[in-house]
């Protein structure tokens, strides 16, 4: 349809008879300290070229005024061309230069020019982000992913503000107070990968030199950017030398040079996101800059978002996908190579492969089984498509299943055809036939079949093991079962066997290991028979595919009593998200489930792994506990939190970690007397640093208590007014357990949209407490009434916010679902990336009553 979404067949078309030459866009940001000024100038300059003289064509444009429109010289009447999302224009020439001059609006939702002033020192930061299509929020573009061309930016700011965009700059005025920035001409890239930071930013500075090939040395300039408050947080050498690190590693893997010139790192607040692959200028969210104690864990996971990010310099901005339809060309080589390039650049986190099976894989079984999963290569029919499914198939599951390529063409076989791939088609767009091409070149593969079965159909299949022993205690018979799933695919699974035993010490090591490709719906192991029946047997050790794993009864009666003595991380980090997977799916009771977490969980020696198990104890007893037994489980878990904080090394990661547990899960009066007693400094645990972060922590839980007066969190906040002060305060003002509080935080983002994104994340948040579910229940019937007006008022990132964050998923019964499927019957012809939220989100919530069913035998 025309207007904001943009669809493929209208990009298609546009594409098929313009090519662009060049941009030159002209920003005036100069008003922004002024909290007044809602617009900035900006003018565009586009040269392109149309293979059908006469034909008409349009630009994207996202603007409150459109000053004029001159193509060719001609002058168009701006209120004629301009309809409020798109600028029209006709009588094409075969070459035309069209030059749109408009005020364009700062943005508080973190999509387009986002503006913040920070609460500190007042002063006023700016930075872009536009995946998949905002960058017609700032200037005219044709904003689709194959109209690349070079961009040169020039910016107009205060005079005291640092500016950056992907390229370096070439020029720098001053004149009446202000400065302009000229910046250099950037390679051919897409109109979402441009980009411009602006304010009076602290900025690191730093270089790499290498020595390439061919003799020459290339030269990177390095930098690293947070706002100014941040400073004294700000652990730029750490940052920097993992970028370093990562140079290194992508350069001997890829063989082609770095290709745009300078690498700016810049993290900025209220980000949507965790960062984004701005070629020159990556933009990162700021919370990466630890004010406070933060684990182990969360630094390995900024070291990977930056790998992350670096690998889309080759996937992604020196070579992108045609059209939304090909997005895992991109983010699944990034996540992949995030994990990936850990190990292979040497950092110090070791662990990345046990985060990967942990967590990333977690997020992609639980979107892969909504009744909106869809193949890594999706069908994306507009751009609110494209903006939904920057999901866990695109990511993670595309991530797994190219770790299984890897392993089955060979990794000189697949970074060789990287290699051909970036030179191949270096600065243009390409399909899955393109990357499929060059692999099986390499690799002497046909990759038909591999396709096929896993680029091209969803669902994610179960494996398990089905034993037979005789009267001796051998093996006679080892099969692997394969369940279609909901995909309804059985597919060829190269994988490990692992045979599990006790040593000497009492712990569970692996005694055999068997590899082998599993393909129907049996798949018998040929090599475990004769063997002895062993304590455990683990499927996909080494997690080698992506799959669920069963287990037979034997196996799971020795997890019952023996998971978290599994020696080895990687095999007990499975364990771990295949007993999680059994409790999502209604096949253990969340009861069991919690008794496994507080009986092994004080044993859990990787700190990632220690962190997603009380995200998910805390779920199964909010979500997929019976009701009955609700209570109970809480207070257990409050319990073991109080238990192992005590028991924790003084002033580690996991005594952190619990710290934080026993904040999130506190509900008596021995709990909460304690986070009290921490906050007022008259209790006290040995190595335990009550630093601000995790103050607010503490305040939180008391707030969902009713045990935080208005006075108390005010003083709070004064202490510590920063933009992390301000979210984190709002979200305990809306985790108020009473009416007021959780009309307050509905209205506030619901009739209005003044607050600026982190506000309206922070307000739901509290909101929607499971605790709180009698509170919130009154909110059903109201939400499914706003739905299609939030969605057509909003833009797409607050939309998406609201639909998913106030839907009653806490009011776990069959009344709720009714709604849902009400709203769904009675709205066919409602957006589909509207009904898509919806729709997951009451998947969500028939999930959870299966699982509270199994709970309650």
């Known amino acids: 349809m025309p207007g904001k979404n943009l669809s493929r067949d209208e990009a298609q078309q546009r594409a098929s008879i313009l090519a662009v030459d060049g941009y030159r866009v002209r920003l005036d940001v100069t008003s922004a300290p002024d909290p007044a000024a809602a617009t900035f100038r900006s003018t565009t300059t586009v040269a392109f070229r149309c293979t059908e003289p006469g034909a008409t064509a349009f630009l994207d444009l996202l603007a409150p005024v459109v000053r004029s429109v001159t193509l ?21 020439a075969a070459e035309n230069v069209l030059v749109i001059d408009a005020d364009c609006a700062y943005s508080r939702t973190g999509e387009g020019l986002h503006r913040f002033t920070d609460p500190v020192d007042g002063e006023t930061y700016l930075y872009t982000h536009y995946e998949p299509a905002d960058a017609r929020r700032v200037f005219a573009t044709f904003e689709q992913p194959d109209l690349k061309a070079p961009f040169s930016f020039t910016v107009t700011a205060p005079a005291a503000w640092d500016v950056r965009s992907n390229a370096v700059h070439t020029e720098v005025t001053d004149e009446d107070g202000a400065r302009t920035w000229e910046f250099a001409p950037t390679q051919p890239i897409s ?29 990177i300039p390095l930098a690293a950017l947070c706002r100014r408050s941040l400073a004294p947080y700000f652990d730029a050498d750490e940052i920097l030398g993992v970028t370093k690190l990562g140079l290194d590693f992508f350069h001997e893997q890829f063989d082609y040079p770095y290709p745009f010139g300078k690498y700016d790192q810049a993290f900025v607040p209220e980000y949507n996101i965790g960062a984004m692959e701005n070629p020159g200028c990556v933009t990162f969210r700021e919370e990466y800059v630890f004010r406070s104690k933060v684990t182990d864990a969360a630094y390995e996971a900024r070291a990977n978002v930056i790998l992350h990010e670096m690998a889309h310099m080759w996937f992604g901005d020196l070579v992108t996908m045609r059209w939304w339809d090909d997005l895992w060309l991109k983010e699944s080589f990034a996540d992949f190579m995030g994990s990936y390039g850990l190990i292979g650049a040497r950092t110090r986190y070791s662990s990345a492969w046990v985060t990967f099976a942990n967590q990333r ?40 299943v190219l770790k299984q390529l890897v392993a089955y063409v060979g990794a000189e076989a697949f970074f060789e055809g990287a290699r051909r791939y970036f030179k191949r088609h270096a600065f243009g767009n390409t399909e899955l036939g393109d990357l499929l091409g060059v692999l099986e070149e390499t690799s002497g593969r046909d990759l038909t079949a591999w396709a096929a079965a896993w680029l091209q159909t969803a669902g994610v299949n179960s494996l398990t093991p089905q034993v037979t022993v005789d009267a001796e205690g051998r093996i006679t018979e080892l099969a692997v079962l394969q369940d279609a799933g909901n995909g309804g695919v059985l597919r060829p699974h190269r994988i490990a066997v692992g045979l599990y035993d006790r040593d000497a010490d009492g712990a569970l090591v692996r005694t055999d290991r068997i590899e082998l490709d599993v393909t129907g719906a049996v798949t018998v192991v040929t090599a475990a028979a004769g063997r002895p029946r062993p304590a455990l047997v683990l499927l996909n050790d080494d997690d080698l595919t992506y799959c669920k794993i069963r287990f037979d009864a034997g196996s799971l009666e020795t997890l019952r009593t023996g998971l978290g003595d599994i020696r080895d991380d990687l095999a007990r980090a499975l364990a771990w998200s295949a007993v999680w997977n059994l409790t999502r799916d209604g096949l253990m009771p969340a009861r069991d489930y919690v008794a496994l977490v507080l ?3 004080g044993q859990e020696s990787n700190i990632g792994v220690l962190q997603s198990l009380h995200a998910q104890a805390k779920g199964a007893v909010d979500l997929f506990a019976a009701p009955a037994r609700r209570g109970e489980g809480g207070r257990l878990l409050a319990d073991g939190a109080l238990r192992e904080l005590r028991d924790a090394a003084p002033g580690s990661d ?18 909460l007397g304690l986070v009290r007693g921490l906050l007022a400094g008259t209790a006290r645990i040995d190595g335990l640093d009550v630093d601000q972060e995790l103050r607010w922590s503490l305040w939180l839980a008391l707030a969902a208590a009713g045990q935080a007066s208005d006075e108390e969190l005010a003083g709070e906040l004064e202490a510590d007014n920063t933009a992390s002060g301000r979210r984190q305060y709002t979200q305990c003002l809306a985790a108020r357990p009473t009416p007021e509080a959780k009309a307050a935080a509905w209205s506030a983002v619901i009739d209005s949209d003044e607050l600026p994104n982190a506000l309206v994340e922070a307000n739901i948040a509290g909101f929607a407490l499971p605790a709180h579910r009698d509170l919130t229940a009154l909110y059903a019937a109201p939400y499914f009434k706003l739905l299609e007006r ?49 729709l997951e989100r009451r998947d969500d919530l028939a999930r959870a009553l299966r699982a509270q069913a199994c709970d309650g035998v």
Not at 194 to 211: I, N
């Open 72 to 92: 060719n010289g001609r002058a168009l009447d701006p209120a004629a061309a301009f309809d409020g999302a798109r600028v029209h224009v006709d009588g094409l």
């Open 191 to 219: 109109t979402y990968l441009t980009a411009v930071v602006a304010g009076p930013y602290h900025v690191v500075r730093d270089h790499y030199s290498r020595t390439l090939p061919d003799g020459t040395v290339l030269e």
């Open 361 to 400: 894989k977690a997020w992609a079984y639980r979107q892969d089984q909504f009744p909106t999963t869809h193949p890594i290569t999706a069908d994306i029919r507009d751009l609110e498509d494209a903006k939904l499914n920057f999901d866990g198939i695109t990511y993670a599951k595309g991530a797994s």
């Open 599 to 601: 009986r092994f969980a």
């Open 654 to 671: 996991h005594q952190l970690a619990w710290a934080r547990f026993l904040a999130q899960t506190a509900n008596g009066s021995e709990h």
């Open 790 to 838: 939030v969605w057509s008022e909003r833009t797409i990132e607050i939309a998406m916010r609201i639909v998913g964050g106030f839907f009653p998923q806490a009011e776990v019964n069959e009344a709720t679902l009714a709604e849902a499927d009400t709203w769904l019957n009675g709205h066919p012809d409602a957006a589909p990336a509207l009904r898509r939220l919806v």
